[in-house]
């Protein structure tokens, strides 16, 4: 299983090394197995626990969690620092703060932690609605995206499954008129000011295998990304070998938006049923403006998005 496990690693660390961009960008991504995918699970669980005050995390545990857990290429790393980033408990904020200035850690995580605990809770309308952002100083802000807790739901009905992030989702719907009864699609949108994310579903009917690439808008990504869009098959091992595809095909692109100063990431994976003949698409979406706390550290949370296409499954 090790041999194994490690095989799916070096292969999409090879990848990974690809999607690399101007040594700016560097992101990782393996598949996890079962057992990889437990641990997750149990993460989840015994930081929520922690959150709310249920369980107790000592001094050696505490130190433990952020030597293991902070700026590791593991998806246990990656979700440690969303939790952090997620948290409001201040008793957890003051002990993570005391941890870095105990250990001299002054790196691009920590900055942004201390003005996010130190930022205040603002409520502000958009669409009509009233939403959370964090203000530090009037000159950062943090749009309050959670993408710590989650819940599985599904999509087309009960058809394609996923682990959805806890947000107040906008939805919109839009099936294009050209595409008739061969497409159906929609969005969830949530956030804005200097971080917004969407997650755009897409469901093609009456796909030859051979006609996957045709069906694929990769021509507007290529066009937005450039030289930084790459797609690939990836094996269908661990946690994907009952992700009910017979084929996954993922792309990544990270750039600058219409504003160049605005960063973007778009996540994008696809999973093809054969019997069926439906193709699914799945795209995470999230921008950064420089005003954004987070701005510095998004690659961090841009790769964290990266591991959410492996969540993807197709219901049988």
């Known amino acids: 299983m090790f041999l194994r496990k490690m095989f799916i690693i070096l292969l999409l660390s090879i990848t990974a090394a690809v999607f690399s961009q101007e040594n700016r960008n560097q992101l990782f991504l393996y598949i996890p197995f079962e057992e990889d995918m437990t641990d997750f699970l149990n993460m989840n669980a015994y930081l929520k626990a922690w959150d709310e005050n249920q369980v107790t995390v000592n001094d050696e545990q505490l130190n433990a969690l952020c030597v293991n857990y902070i700026g590791e290429d593991s998806l246990q790393s990656l979700q440690f620092e969303t939790f952090l980033r997620f948290t409001k408990n201040k008793n957890i904020q003051n002990r993570i703060l005391s941890y870095f200035d105990g250990n001299g850690i002054n790196d691009t995580f920590a900055a942004a932690l201390r003005k996010l605990y130190a930022a205040e809770k603002t409520i502000r309308t958009q669409d009509g609605r009233d939403v959370i952002q964090y203000n530090y100083r009037d000159s950062e802000f943090d749009e309050n995206i959670n993408l710590f807790s989650f819940k599985e739901v599904s999509a087309f009905g009960t058809e394609l499954g996923l682990l959805l992030h806890d947000n107040d989702w906008s939805m919109l719907s839009i099936t ?141």
Not at 260 to 283: A, H, K, P, Q
Not at 284 to 297: D, E, T, V, W
């Open 176 to 316: 294009p008129e050209a595409a008739g009864e061969k497409e159906e699609s929609f969005f969830l949108i949530y956030g804005g000011g200097t971080n917004s994310m969407t997650i755009q579903f897409k469901k093609y009917y009456e796909t030859k295998e051979e006609e996957i690439n045709s069906r694929i808008n990769e021509n507007f990504y290529r066009e937005k990304y450039k030289e930084n869009w790459v797609m690939t098959d990836i094996p269908l091992a661990g946690i994907l070998e009952r992700s009910g595809a017979e084929k996954i095909i993922i792309g990544h692109g990270l750039g600058p938006d219409i504003i160049e100063t605005i960063e973007t990431g778009t996540f994008n994976v696809y999973l093809y049923d054969r019997e069926t003949e439906i193709l699914y698409e799945v795209s995470y979406f999230m921008n950064f403006s420089p005003k954004n706390i987070h701005f510095a550290g998004r690659d961090r949370i841009f790769n964290y998005l990266f591991f959410q296409l492996l969540f993807v499954f197709i219901n049988t």
